[in-house]
C-alpha cells in the first residue's frame, strides 16, 4: 500500500503559487520524501526530494515538517504548464528502491 | 540528463497475440528496472522489478507468466504482454534508478490497445 495521502485535486490560478500537501505519518527516519509529476499521457518527471531539511531547485520547493509526518511542494509562480498530476513518494529502503505510487494531486492551473 | 527511451511508443495487436514493449537507458547502465502500469485516471502500479542477469521479481497479483520480462544488458530490459487481451489494454511505462542517488528515470510509456 501507498505510505502516502495526498487531496485528489487542487485549482490553482496561473502566477500564484501553488501549494500541495502530503501526508507520510508512517515515515521511517532514514526514508526520503519525493515528488514527481505527470503530464497526460507521458512518463513522471522528477521535481525534487528531501529527507529533514527543505530543500529548494529551480523547479519548486519542499517543506518537511519537523516531525517529518508531512510535506508540502509549492510551486512558486504556477503557469498552465504545470498542469498535472503530482505524486509525494516516500521511499522504500528495502534495497531495490521500489516506488509505490498513492494516487497523487491533480493539480488545474486556471488562466 | 540522463534518458530512458520506451519502444514502442504506441502499438495495437489483436486478442491472443504477444506484444514486446523495450526499455532502454540510454546513458547509463541500469543493473535494475522497474515496469508499472497505467489505466486511464489512475495512478501507477509497480508490476515488477527486472534485474540484469537474473528473474525478475514480480509485485503480488501480476502474473509472471503473462508479463515476461527479460534483462539481458545493462541498458535493456523487455516486457512481452504474452496472449493479450483486452484488459491488458493500458499506459505501461519502464523506469531505472539514478547510480548516484534514488532519482527514478522514467521512459515516456507505451500505450497498448488490444482489440
Known amino acids: 500500500d501507498a505510505k502516502t495521502t495526498q487531496p485528489t485535486s487542487m485549482d490553482c490560478a496561473e502566477g500564484r503559487a501553488a501549494n500541495l500537501p502530503c501526508n507520510h505519518s508512517?515515515?521511517?527516519?532514514?526514508?526520503?520524501v519525493y515528488w514527481y509529476r505527470q503530464i497526460h499521457s507521458q512518463g513522471p518527471q522528477y521535481i525534487i526530494h528531501?529527507?529533514?531539511n527543505n530543500e529548494t531547485n529551480e523547479m519548486a520547493s519542499l517543506i518537511i515538517t519537523e516531525d517529518r509526518k508531512s510535506s508540502t511542494l509549492i510551486l512558486p509562480h504556477a503557469t498552465l504548464r504545470d498542469t498535472a498530476v503530482y505524486y509525494c513518494i516516500v521511499l522504500t529502503t528495502s534495497g531495490t528502491y521500489k516506488y509505490i505510487f498513492g494516487t497523487g494531486t491533480r493539480l488545474k492551473v486556471l488562466a | 540528463g540522463a534518458v530512458v527511451s520506451q519502444h514502442p511508443s504506441w502499438v495495437i495487436c489483436k486478442s491472443g497475440t504477444s506484444v514486446k514493449i523495450e526499455c532502454r537507458s540510454l546513458d547509463f547502465q541500469a543493473t535494475t528496472m522497474f515496469w508499472y502500469r497505467q489505466f486511464p485516471k489512475q495512478s501507477l502500479m509497480l508490476m515488477a522489478t527486472?534485474?540484469?542477469?537474473?528473474?525478475?521479481?514480480?509485485e503480488q497479483g501480476v502474473e509472471k507468466d503473462k508479463f515476461l520480462i527479460n534483462h539481458a544488458s545493462l541498458t535493456l530490459s523487455t516486457l512481452t504482454v504474452t496472449s493479450a487481451h483486452p484488459e491488458d489494454s493500458s499506459f505501461y511505462i519502464c523506469?531505472?534508478?539514478?547510480?548516484?542517488?534514488?532519482?527514478?528515470?522514467f521512459g515516456p510509456g507505451t500505450r497498448l490497445t488490444v482489440t
Open positions: 528531501g529527507l529533514k
Open positions: 508512517t515515515i521511517s527516519g532514514n526514508e526520503y
Open positions: 527486472s534485474n540484469e542477469g537474473s528473474k525478475a521479481t514480480y
Open positions: 523506469s531505472a534508478p539514478s547510480q548516484a542517488g534514488y532519482e527514478q528515470y
